[in-house]
């Protein structure tokens, strides 16, 4: 079973941390010989996602620009997402479902379903305002409820998400936790005296709203890389006292990181933190929220600072901007820190999980067809 070439059914959104993370596993999926479906949804891919998609050999990529489960009104897009997945699964036969939002395990598949919880708006909005998502969030709540008590395994990046997430929606029969992985960029360049971010700048989650407001007190400037434009409400955050280089594809966001001395990110709620990973693997110090995903991820070799604590952020900042030997300290721990967090490692995990679950599937259909057959030869 360990040769075994798999076909993978995935689902991914093109508008955040999934994509690169669907991407490094695709890639690895592929390294192995397996066969990828990736359904694409939120929006269509840009030129730069196709163009990764296209990369990877054995990927398929389809797309359409349905809305995601946690976008304003996005019910009659799930009902036909989930038709358009189910006609995806009839012509390429998976062997295993692998999906990336929260929704649609709920379908009738023919297949295990794996159930990847990135983050969830429940946990996300406890973290942000310090209370339960209101009553307009019920029908979400449902919904994410249903999907993931219908998934055979729910992964989760972090522990501390998936406490988060069965503190909202119960407790799951069957869990797992893999820590995302994320492939290095080669090379060293110079650091030069800047701090850097990078993440949505509407997402109150982030809290980048509390590193600008603290830019206009640091010897450094301040440079934040981010999508401003609400894609819910067609909104747009605007932060003063920062340079605002707006939307990046991945390659030039990890080109800032390569050249910024310091990656800060004093998060209100991040499930696991794509961005600071690449920052760690770029050689960046490392200053973040003080929240449990956090510190159970980076552990000491980051600087971590309460996410209401303004005045701590800044001074946080500013020692590590006038202690060079500070800041490489904590830069050095960050990268071999980051070493853990491969690829590799994270698909080895997913596969096994994949495989058992095929392997289970299986013998539970051996098991249960004597029972159909005969009950179709008796009327």
């Known amino acids: 079973m360990a040769a075994e070439r798999l076909r993978v059914l995935m689902t991914a959104d093109t508008l955040g941390g999934v994509w690169p993370f669907a991407m490094e596993l695709c890639a690895q ?30 990927l398929t990529l389809d797309a359409r620009p349905y809305r995601l489960v946690w976008m304003p009104d996005p019910w009659r897009d799930l009902r036909e997402a989930g038709e358009w997945l189910h006609a995806l699964a009839r012509g390429f036969r998976p062997d295993v479902v692998h999906l990336n939002d929260l929704s649609h395990a709920q379908l009738r598949w023919t297949a295990p379903v794996v159930l990847t919880a990135h983050s969830c708006v429940c946990s996300w909005w406890r973290a942000v305002h310090g209370e339960a998502a209101p009553s307009g969030w019920n029908r979400y709540r449902r919904t994410v409820a249903a999907t993931l008590h219908a998934a055979d395994r729910v992964v989760t990046p972090s522990r501390a998400m998936l406490t988060a997430l069965m503190r909202e929606h119960g407790a799951l029969a069957s869990t797992l936790v893999v820590h995302n992985g994320r492939g290095a960029i080669a090379g060293e360049t110079a650091k030069e005296p800047f701090v850097f971010a990078a993440g949505r700048l509407w997402d109150e989650a982030k809290n980048l709203s509390s590193l600008a407001a603290v830019a206009s007190g640091l010897p450094w400037p301040v440079h934040i890389a981010g999508d401003a434009r609400h894609p819910g409400d067609g909104s747009d955050a605007a932060f003063d006292g920062v ?12 080109k800032q990181m390569a050249h910024a001395s310091i990656y800060a990110l004093p998060a209100r709620y991040e ?22 995903s956090l510190r159970e991820v980076w552990g000491d070799a980051a600087l971590f600072v309460p996410p209401d604590e303004a005045g701590l952020l800044e001074t946080s900042l500013i020692k590590l901007i006038r202690d060079d030997a500070l800041r490489q300290d904590f830069a050095t721990r960050a990268r071999l820190h980051a070493a853990r967090y491969t690829p590799e490692a994270m698909t080895m995990r997913y596969r096994a999980a994949y495989i058992e679950l095929i392997a289970r599937h299986r013998t539970d259909t051996r098991l249960v067809m004597p029972e159909a057959a005969n009950a179709g030869v008796h009327p």
């Open 243 to 254: 340079h605002a280089l707006g939307k990046l594809d991945s390659d030039e966001v990890r």
């Open 271 to 292: 499930p696991f933190g794509l961005s600071v990973l690449e920052a760690a693997q770029a050689g960046c110090a490392l200053v973040l929220g003080d929240i449990p």
């Open 29 to 58: 999926l592929s390294a192995c010989g397996d066969r990828v479906l990736l359904a694409a949804m939120g929006r269509e891919p840009d030129q730069a996602q196709r163009a990764q998609a296209e990369a990877i050999p054995g």
